[in-house]
């Protein structure tokens, strides 16, 4: 964040003096939060995006949910007393709802051939025979030690 006041420079409106008077009573205290929130904000982000890393979130989607949680942590500055903790939590909390609004649409068909399956309506051939090689195996051995290939 800047140190700059954004409203430095700009040609306001006139208002009475009064309330000219009490914007720039307001300026410092919002310029000392904005400072105050900036310092937070690069102490912590690293350490947020870590946090959420290891409760099993993608890189960029630890990043979204951080910059989210941060923007909640300004806006709720002031009533804060651990921000630190409440933005661990908030996080936290976003990360789990969003893992369990993953929304899943299995599908009853294959349609595109794979490497195992040229032919998608092959399925039943495929298990078919994939379900003998245990048993062909088992005969192949048999017949080696010379034992009896099938139980009679």
Not at 94 to 118: G, Y
Request: glycine fraction near 4%.
């Amino acid at each position: 964040m800047s140190d700059q006041d954004p409203l430095d420079g700009m040609d306001l409106p006139s208002t009475p003096a009064a309330h000219q008077r009490e914007l720039q009573g307001h300026r410092p205290a919002h310029r000392q939060t904005e400072e105050e929130f900036s310092s937070f904000y690069r102490k912590n982000i690293r350490q947020l995006v870590g946090f959420l890393i290891n409760q099993g979130s993608t890189v960029p989607v630890a990043a979204d949910v951080a910059q989210d949680t941060m923007v909640k942590v300004y806006q709720r500055w002031n009533d804060l007393r651990e921000p630190r903790a409440w933005a661990h939590t908030v996080a936290s909390r976003e990360l789990a709802r969003r893992i369990a609004s993953v929304e899943e649409s299995p599908v009853d068909q294959i349609t595109e051939p794979t490497s195992l399956l040229p032919r998608p309506d092959a399925i039943s051939e495929w298990e078919d025979r994939y379900a003998l090689l245990p048993l062909l195996l088992c005969e192949a051995i048999c017949g080696r030690l010379g034992a009896p290939r099938f139980p009679t």
